[in-house]
């Protein structure tokens, strides 16, 4: 029965819009105390709220307000407010006992339903027995089901109210319809689009609601500067969290003060069950990483991936690290990725984490990137050890000192996975790195930007064509000066892909771009050009390449007709890229027509910076149309090839297949010569469309610069 007159109705439906509350529970109470008098209690969705007659406000409560529920068996309910210690509870009297006992359980209940995660702080509710049993076996005691993610929506809407801030849509949404139904326990704080409010004080609601959130067991944000504000409240978070496994705060604006905070809030959660960490890319300087460092001497959690890079650290605090990892047996035992990369390491840090590879039986990766490392320190190597990266630190022959990195990489025995770009190699060296008998397990090998020049990748793809393991090879940015030896190092590519294509451990992946300067731009010097195109027809019959990288050599239209070759002819390749070749809408239809013949090829980006120098130079209308028209068909076809391969190659594919692979077997075998190589594109225009408007020159009719 309506308890409410119609001007109470309409005035309480108007106040609970406003909030944007519904009213789950309505009952008429009694308030005692000094002033007694009759009220409207209702339970909204986060809040209760006391009506005066007529329908006007008094107060309300936040459920996060309420330290404690009593009730007595004596048809009254005191409520306990926190940082309240100096008022008297507030006591209400309700008509029945039935109506206090559907009282305590409608609290609990959407208190559970909001806060579904929280273990401290919450609510007590004090009911003595009998009545307590009687209450929660009563039909009306429901326990709330859990909504998507841990009910991370509802707790966030919960924290929103109880904070005053406006929610932000897009984290709902982002929940309940990409998340929700996954297998994703990742947050990416980094997803949201409306940066001006993830980085501010706006956060606030999230980090609370993350920090009781038991769904998530990782947080990730990178890239993404915030206020100091916002990464407080990340510290507070983790402070209270009891689920993350892993944290990365990569590149948010930790400087020494904000991570002697973050410090703070490790040492007064020890029940974090941390794994991973990423502080990388945060100025942190020495006197941060100090603390970070002494931190780590102690610290209970067992990490398996540390990563530091780039924190603007000097030798005194990365040996202080190095000493910290190497000495904690709950970071020694389980440490398997650790990235000190862009800081300063010298004699005193290579030595500290020289005692790491020498004690520790599980390191994997060691990444120590642009750090000045002195190899006469590190003397011990680590037996687990499988990926290394020394890029960007200098490697010359004075003394013999690249030796030192020599014997450490030799004694590496497990090494399969090293990147030495932009070490400044010298050719003398090339050798004694890469000789026989030296890296012996290794797969994958990143050489780039080393100006090795025609002399220095000739040795070293003699060397590859002969080695057991290579699989994966980067030799881009190595052409600045063409030479008379030019020639003969095209030569050794083709040989060793051709060699290395007859064995089972074949090259799978060759990254042969330009190179990039600091700006991001091709470099102009080290542009292959017509030179290009010896390897790109070296593998047109080529079954075991499956990825392969020729961008930046500004070749031209040529080079699209021997794509379009190598697409219709080869069966094995999956990956390719090729923008940056001064390739033109006449030569994107060559690549076009190429690519229907093929079914394999299931990622080829459209050559972006190609298709925007082609409408600069040309504006009109109709060349808009046609690059429109032939980028369509790329990516459709495209997307037609890795529909296929995910569900399963059509019957009708499949006898496309045999047919070209029985036309195939019974072509003539691919010739290794640099002339030959070229002149095998000599008939592309028979598969060139009647419906081109301009005739397309066969391959060895067109100019190679």
């Known amino acids: 029965m309506e308890i409410l007159t119609p001007v109470e109705r309409k005035n309480i439906d108007i106040f609970l819009g406003q909030k944007n509350e519904d009213e789950n529970y309505l009952q008429r109470v009694e308030v005692k105390g000094k002033k007694p008098r009759k ?27 309420i330290l404690e529920l009593k009730f007595d068996g004596i048809k009254e309910i005191t409520l306990k407010f926190k940082n309240d210690s100096s008022k008297e509870p507030l006591i209400f009297g309700v008509e029945t006992e039935a109506d206090a006992g559907e009282i305590v359980l409608a609290i609990d209940y959407l208190f559970t339903l909001n806060f579904p995660g929280m273990q401290s702080n919450r609510l007590k509710i004090t009911v003595p027995e009998p009545k307590r049993t009687e209450i929660y076996s009563s039909p009306n005691a429901l326990i709330p089901d859990m909504g998507a993610c841990g009910g991370f929506t509802l707790t966030y809407f919960s924290m929103c109210d109880y904070m005053n801030i406006q929610p932000i849509s897009e984290v709902s949404w982002h929940i309940e319809n990409v998340i929700s139904g996954t297998l994703i326990r990742e947050f990416d704080y980094g997803f949201f689009f409306k940066k001006e409010r993830i980085i501010t004080a706006d956060a606030r609601p999230i980090m609370a609601a993350l920090s009781i959130n038991p769904y998530f067991n990782s947080f990730s944000i990178k890239d993404i500067k915030l206020s100091n504000e916002c990464i407080y409240s990340i510290i507070g978070l983790i402070g209270q969290n009891l689920y993350f496994q892993k944290l990365v705060l990569n590149g948010i604006g930790l400087d020494r003060s904000l991570t002697e905070k973050l410090i703070e809030a ?6 974090i069950p941390l794994r991973e960490l990423d502080l990388g890319n945060n ?6 990483m100090l603390m970070l ?20 650290a000097g030798k005194n605090s990365m040996t202080v690290i190095g000493e910290a990892v190497s000495n904690n047996e709950n970071i ?62 200098r490697i010359t022959r004075k003394d013999n000192i690249h030796r030192d990195m020599v014997s450490f990489l030799n004694h590496s025995i497990y090494l399969s996975n090293l990147n030495l770009s932009k070490c400044q190699i010298p050719v003398e060296a090339v050798a004694d790195i890469f000789g026989e008998g030296n890296l012996i397990k290794l797969e994958t090998l990143n050489i780039s930007d080393n100006d090795l020049g025609d002399e220095g990748i000739t040795i070293l793809c003699d060397f590859m064509a002969n080695h057991q393991s290579i699989r994966n ?54 542009q292959l050009k017509g030179d290009l195109l010896p390897i790109v027809c070296s593998v047109f019959y080529n079954g075991s390449l499956k990825e392969l990288d020729i961008s930046g050599h500004s070749s031209g239209d040529i080079l699209a007709a021997a794509i379009g070759k190598l697409l219709q002819c080869n069966t094995g390749l999956e990956t390719l890229y090729f923008d940056d070749n001064s390739i033109s809408c006449r030569g994107l239809t060559l690549i076009k027509f190429g690519l229907q013949r093929n079914n394999t090829i299931t990622q080829l980006p459209l050559p972006i910076k190609d298709i925007a120098a082609s409408l600069k130079s ?88």
């Open 39 to 65: 009220l409207f209690f209702i339970i909204g969705n986060n809040r209760i709220f006391f009506f005066k007659v007529g329908g006007k406000i008094e107060i309300d409560h936040h459920f996060l307000d």
């Open 266 to 271: 490790f040492n007064s959660n020890k029940m």
């Open 283 to 288: 100025s942190i300087e020495d006197k941060g």
């Open 293 to 312: 460092g002494e931190y780590l001497k102690n610290t209970p959690y067992e990490l398996k991936s540390l990563i530091l890079n780039n924190c603007s």
């Open 332 to 393: 020694l035992k389980n440490l398997k990725y650790l990235d000190v990369s862009g800081n300063r390491l010298e004699n005193d840090g290579s030595s500290a984490f020289s005692k790491l590879l020498e004690r520790s039986k599980v390191l994997s990766t060691f990444l120590i990137g642009n750090s000045n490392p002195q190899f006469h320190q590190l003397s011990k190597v680590c037996i687990s050890l499988t990926k290394f990266d020394n890029s960007g630190n």
């Open 473 to 526: 090879l980067d030799l881009s940015g190595n052409f600045s000066k063409r030479t008379k030896s030019r020639q003969t190092a095209i030569e050794s590519i083709v040989n060793m892909l051709e060699k290395k294509s007859k064995t089972h451990n074949s090259i799978r992946s060759l990254i042969l771009n330009s190179g990039y300067s600091s700006g991001g731009s091709s470099s102009r010097s080290a």
């Open 618 to 705: 040309d504006a009109t209308p109709l060349n808009l149309q046609k690059l429109t028209e032939v980028s369509n068909e790329i990516q459709q076809t495209i997307l037609d090839n890795y529909t296929n391969k995910i569900q399963g190659t059509s019957i009708t594919n499949s006898i496309k297949t045999q047919s070209l692979s029985r036309a195939r077997a019974n072509s003539t075998p691919l010739v290794i010569d640099t002339k030959s190589t070229i002149a095998t594109c000599a008939g592309l225009n028979s598969f060139i469309s009647i419906d081109v408007d301009n005739t397309i020159e066969p391959l060895a009719n067109l100019i190679v610069n």
